[in-house]
């Protein structure tokens, strides 16, 4: 199990223990779909959790609920993850995204994983916008023609 360390009240345990036994494994397919690292996607499963259930205090809460929440913070975990400004490649890449060229990756995963617009995009990279947009239909079609859609 991951090193995470947390503060949680002995009365929020067992909210994240229902939790966890609920959704855990739908929560953690939905993560690995962004976050490429096994343990990463561990780690924020853990802290996305913890996080709803202190937030919920015990009243019901939903899938629906859960999921929103996580893509905000996984959201927010992706732009923290930013150093200086610029990109950093995933770890562990697919297969698909490895039909991509480096250029093409960056916005592909910029756009579809952490939801940049290509307006942030650009003055991110300090590219113009059409070069961007280019370069995403391009690794969009490159992905579909590998899936044979």
């Keep these: ?13 067992k909210d ?3 939790l966890y036994d609920k959704y855990a494994g739908m ?5 690995r779909g962004t976050v490429q690292d096994h343990k990463r996607s561990e780690e924020h499963l853990i802290k996305i959790i913890s996080a709803f259930a202190i937030e919920s205090n015990g009243r019901p809460t939903s899938w629906l609920a859960l999921r929103q929440y996580a893509q905000y913070k996984l959201i927010e ?3 923290a993850d930013h ?3 610029k990109l950093r ?3 562990e890449i697919n297969d698909d995204l ?5 250029d093409e990756r960056v916005v592909f ?3 579809y994983y952490q939801k940049k617009s290509i307006s942030q995009l650009a003055s991110l990279l300090h590219k113009k916008e059409d070069i961007l947009r280019t370069q995403l239909k391009s690794s969009v079609d490159k992905i579909r023609k590998a899936r044979g859609n």
């Design 1 to 13: 199990m991951s090193e995470v360390a947390l503060n949680i009240r002995k009365d929020n345990v």
């Design 16 to 18: 994240i223990r229902q």
């Design 27 to 31: 929560l953690l397919g939905f993560i």
């Design 77 to 79: 975990f992706s732009s």
């Design 83 to 85: 150093e200086g400004g």
């Design 89 to 91: 490649d995933a770890h």
């Design 98 to 102: 490895n039909l991509l060229t480096a």
């Design 109 to 111: 995963q910029a756009v």
